[in-house]
């Protein structure tokens, strides 16, 4: 069974700008969180989409947002960037039920400048 | 609020050694624990995980122990070989559905020298 898939790895924006990250979760796979990874704050909970829905949402501001498809696929949007918006982005896929485990993509690199 | 604390920070430990990466938390509705390792330029991968109502779970050479008093878990890796070279994150949820939110612990740089 194929993993988590995340497009693009790697990506570079200038300050203002907006980005969309995709994600792709494993077959059958109904939930979708997304982290944000930096040195300074670790791994930081954005927020989950289950069924199209947002379920839960992180401490993160208003520029942050997502949503996710009818396939389960999902993206998230950063709009106005910053340079600390400068982290690599990842997803989680999950069964959605009470198991919790979750599995992590290889993650998108975002370098704002 | 940081309400997973690990520690330490940064370990070495020489091939065949055991090392032990301590974890506590503060909220006492969390009651799935799970444990991650990642690789340079990789996602973390689940390498194991527990609930409270057992103290103990091995996979491989991978043990958590957990301590639901202390409130704390921790993870040893028996045999330790070079490549087991990477950080590991524990974390911590609330396994009810509609809730997948993990909250992380601050990561453990582990070196396994030859």
């Known amino acids: 069974k194929a993993g988590v898939t995340q497009t693009p790895r790697y990506l570079i924006k200038t300050r203002g700008q907006q980005v969309t990250l995709s994600c792709s979760p494993i077959s059958g796979h109904r939930s979708v969180s997304w982290y944000q990874q930096t040195p300074g704050q670790g791994l930081q909970f954005l927020f989950e989409?289950?069924?199209?829905?947002?379920?839960n949402k992180g401490n993160f501001p208003g520029r942050f947002s997502g949503r996710q498809f009818s396939n389960s696929r999902s993206e998230m949007n950063v709009s106005t960037l910053e340079l600390g918006d400068s982290a690599l982005y990842l997803c989680?896929?999950?069964?959605?039920?009470?198991?919790?485990?979750?599995?992590f993509g290889p993650g998108t690199r975002l370098t704002v400048t | 609020q940081q309400q997973v604390k690990q520690s330490p920070q940064s370990l070495i430990v020489q091939k065949g050694g055991i090392p032990i990466i301590n974890c506590a938390y503060e909220?006492?509705?969390?009651?799935?624990f799970p444990w991650y390792q990642q690789f340079p330029g990789k996602g973390p991968a689940l390498l194991i995980a527990?609930?409270?109502?057992?103290s103990e779970k091995k996979e491989g050479r991978f043990t958590i122990s957990f301590n639901k008093s202390a409130k704390q878990f921790s993870l040893h890796i028996m045999d330790s070989q070079p490549g087991d070279s990477a950080t590991y994150f524990c974390a911590a949820s609330i396994s009810n559905f509609g809730n997948e939110k993990l909250t992380f612990g601050t990561g453990t740089r582990l070196t396994i020298i030859p």
């Open positions: 989680a896929s999950s069964l959605g039920g009470v198991t919790n485990e979750q599995y």
């Open positions: 989409y289950f069924s199209e829905t947002q379920r």
């Open positions: 527990i609930r409270p109502d057992v």
């Open positions: 909220n006492t509705a969390f009651d799935y």
